[in-house]
T-cell receptor, first 117, second 113 residues
């Protein structure tokens, strides 16, 4: 069975600090996708990034960067120079391709990030 | 904004009642999935609809049912409501061109008393 573990539950940083959110996953599938979503207080899940299991290249998008390592089954997310607007709950998710659904997402429990001014 | 809309935004029901939640998919998206998010937890997959048929289901009892319409809008129906059904219900849609990426609506917050 697939599983996503986000061991950190709450992180609090001061504005402009860098912060890394950890994600560890379990799957028996060889083809899968990993995601990060952001959930602000409004409740809507905002898609941030998707990675497939064959692409281990790290990615940078502005202040955001992602480190995917298959050897450790991890897909970590770093926010550089954090801002107050980054305060939200961040979810890591996994989808497999053989579940009978086009994309059934398995989510971690989420990490609540608070950025203080 | 993703273009996925849900109604109503909030709902209060009593135990034993039935509820219908609605979702309008993003334009061009033909697959819709529903998730339940309890307070302090990650979303849990309920089921997915593609071409108006159920296309995968999570670990939820049959009193959770759904429909998808020809215009790709969708409904989630829950019968015989229980207190534990209190949660945020999220609808997500994806397109044929990119079925792996799901775009979520703002959710319906259901409280069962």
């Amino acid at each position: 069975a697939q599983k996503v573990t986000q061991a950190q539950t709450e992180i609090s940083v001061v504005e402009k600090e860098d912060v890394t959110l950890d994600c560890v996953y379990e799957t028996r599938d060889t083809t899968y996708y990993l995601f990060w979503y952001k959930q602000p207080p409004s409740g809507e899940l905002v898609f941030l990034i998707r990675r497939n299991s064959f692409d281990e290249q790290n990615e940078i998008s502005g202040r955001y960067s992602w480190n995917f390592q298959k050897s450790t089954s991890s897909f970590n997310f770093t926010i550089t120079a954090s801002q107050v607007v980054d305060s939200a709950v961040y979810f890591c998710a996994l989808s497999e391709t053989n579940t009978g659904a086009n994309s059934k997402l398995t989510f971690g429990k989420g990490i609540t990030l608070s950025v203080r001014p | 904004e993703t273009g996925v809309t849900q109604s109503p935004t909030h709902l209060i029901k009593t135990r034993g009642q039935q509820v219908t939640l609605r979702c309008s998919s993003q334009s061009g998206h033909n697959t819709v999935s529903w998730y339940q998010q309890a307070l302090g937890q990650g979303p849990q997959f309920i089921f997915q609809y593609y071409r108006e048929e159920e296309n995968g289901r999570g670990n939820f009892p049959p009193r959770f049912s759904g429909l998808q319409f020809p215009n790709y809008s969708s409904e989630l129906n829950v019968n015989a409501l229980e207190l534990d059904d209190s949660a945020l219900y999220l609808c997500a849609s994806s397109s044929l061109a990119d079925q792996e990426t799901q775009y979520f609506g703002p959710g319906t917050r259901l409280l069962v008393l």
